[in-house]
């Protein structure tokens, strides 16, 4: 029998998530141009050793293959047929990598879309998140991770598909920058706290930040949502350090050791899942897992 996730939150318990995903698909073959979750299907073994590799390295909690996964997205590669099938099969290799004994949460990212710009209605995005979290749902996740976010209306439709489809838990994270000014906002303008508001009032029972900021930039974060909500669970998916682009690439320039030694932190300021975004690695999630269990 499966673990309740919030009850596993609420008992105190700091969980470790995993890390980037696309930065080891790519490590493994994945063309530049290549959809990712299309191997899902042609790179089954590919995908279940990444999520596997969290696993071994301490990960309470394994995302999955699908962050793109959605129809919009998916009708770039001629894909969107395959929406169903290409999500069940995400949450399938991430299940039988977790086992029963850690959780697994499905990825759903943005469209890439924007809802004032008309090309693409409300509606149409509701029943492309809902088919998305269906499958996913039918693939064996135990809730859903709506990430990297930055408009409210998308967020808000996502969510209450999401809820149409299932009755999972669900966790929904925006991507801040901070301002000139030292205020963190989305790239539309929203600030944690109205992400807070609206995300909460939608029905996500975990907020939260991904990409975008180091463990440095989350702590801040952290503690804004914290000073106006003591309860909620939040989530955070740090990225390995501020990008830099170096030798003709660009670079996550943060260590394991170095992620590692903002953990500590990172939790005291009121995160209750910790895992990475962008540049981060199996080893750096060992590396925190060792931090936290000390």
């Not at 919030?6 to 290549?34: F, N």
């Not at 279940?48 to 590799?53: N, Q």
């Not at 409210?152 to 489809?165: F, L, M, T, Y």
């Not at 109205?194 to 801040?220: P, R, T, Y």
Request: with cysteine; net charge negative; hydrophobic share 40%.
């Amino acid at each position: 029998m499966k673990r309740d996730l919030l009850q596993t939150i609420q008992s105190g318990r700091i969980l470790v998530s995993d890390g980037a995903w696309g930065t080891l698909l790519h490590e493994r073959g994945l063309g530049t141009c290549e959809c990712p979750e299309s191997w899902n299907l042609t790179h089954r073994e590919d995908v279940h050793a990444i999520a596997k590799g969290y696993i071994d390295a301490g990960s309470d909690i394994i995302l999955t293959n699908s962050f793109g996964a959605n129809p919009t997205k998916l009708s770039h590669f001629g894909l969107e047929a395959n929406t169903f099938e290409l999500n069940e099969a995400a949450a399938s290799i991430s299940r039988q990598a977790a086992g029963n004994d850690h959780f697994v949460l499905g990825s759903m990212g943005p469209t890439g879309v924007m809802l004032m710009m008309g090309t693409v209605s409300e509606d149409e995005l509701f029943e492309g998140f809902k088919q998305q979290a269906t499958a996913l749902a039918k693939g064996g996740v135990d809730g859903l991770c709506i990430e990297t976010m930055s408009a409210v209306d998308e967020a808000v439709i996502a969510i209450q598909a999401a809820k149409a489809a299932c009755n999972l838990p669900i966790a929904c994270t925006f991507t801040f920058e901070k301002t000139a000014g030292g205020a963190f906002r989305t790239m539309m303008g929203v600030s944690p706290g109205e992400m807070l508001e609206a995300v909460k009032s939608a029905g996500a029972s975990i907020i939260g930040s991904n990409c975008g900021n180091g463990f440095e930039q989350m702590i801040e974060i952290v503690r804004e949502l914290r000073s106006m909500d003591r309860t909620t669970p939040i989530l955070i998916h740090a990225n390995a350090g501020k990008p830099v682009f170096r030798d003709g690439e660009t670079v996550f320039p943060e260590t394991p050791e170095d992620m590692a030694g903002r953990v500590i932190e990172l939790a005291a300021s009121g995160a209750n899942i910790i895992g990475g975004c962008c540049g981060t690695t199996p080893a750096h999630i060992k590396a925190m897992v060792r931090k936290l269990r000390e």
